[in-house]
């Protein structure tokens, strides 16, 4: 099956430590975005990535870092300088910067 | 800061009947338009592309483009329970400008459709 997957489902996060979200996807799409969405809200821009070993920043990128080294994987850590991390982490790949973007499940991260 | 604004909500239709849901964006740019359908503690799911003005039809489910009045619509026919989650409208920036490859994405409007 093509698919985008994230995990963990859930992930809980003591102050002060970092983290890393897992987003893998076998759909051969060159461009993966990651986005936070907080109760209530709309979708916000954290990093995306074009190509392979290129990433740029989003709207709110502060306490974030990624890395694209593989084509099929594009992990997110969510540092101790995020000051808000509990949210409702989502990754999403397209073909293109230009195509449509499809979502994994989404992580949903709580800082204890 | 470019836009995509959509009616907020909660919108409730019975079933059966034609759900609407409105979007307007800011940057005349914008050449494609997506909308997403988001069910309580999920991730959002594609259901319409549209890139030229006009109609869109798939199944129950007509997006309608204007970009002289740069507004965008989703039209759920024959509304079920099932259909009741938050849709999202997004809109991608013109290409060559800062904001390249930056899909921008409405608050959404919770829609409920009662039996």
């Known amino acids: 099956d093509g698919g985008i997957t994230q995990s963990p489902k859930y992930l809980f996060r003591k102050e002060g430590q970092n983290v890393t979200l897992s987003c893998e996807q076998n759909l051969n799409h060159d461009a993966m975005y990651w986005y936070r969405q907080d109760p209530g809200q709309g979708l916000r821009l954290i990093y995306y990535s074009q190509i392979v070993n290129d990433f740029q920043k989003g709207d709110i990128a502060e306490g974030y870092s990624v890395s694209r080294e593989k084509k099929e994987s594009f992990p997110l850590t969510v540092t101790s300088a995020q000051k808000n991390p509990t949210a409702f982490y989502l990754c999403?790949?397209?073909?293109?910067?230009?195509?449509?973007?499809?979502f994994g499940p989404g992580t949903r991260l709580t800082v204890l | 800061q470019k836009e995509v604004e959509q009616n907020s909500g909660p919108l409730s239709v019975p079933e059966g009947a034609i759900a609407s849901l409105n979007c307007t964006y800011s940057d005349r740019g914008s050449q494609s338009f997506f909308w997403y359908r988001q069910y309580s503690g999920k991730s959002p799911e594609l259901i319409m592309s549209?890139?030229?003005?006009g109609d869109k039809e798939d199944g129950r489910f007509t997006a309608q483009l204007n970009k002289a009045s740069q507004y965008v619509s989703l039209l759920i026919r024959d509304s079920q329970p099932s259909d009741s989650a938050t849709y999202l409208c997004a809109a991608d920036p013109p290409a060559g400008g800062t904001s390249y490859g930056k899909l921008t994405f409405g608050q959404g409007t919770i829609l409920t459709v009662h039996p």
């Open positions: 549209i890139y030229s003005n």
């Open positions: 999403a790949s397209s073909l293109g910067l230009y195509n449509e973007q499809f």
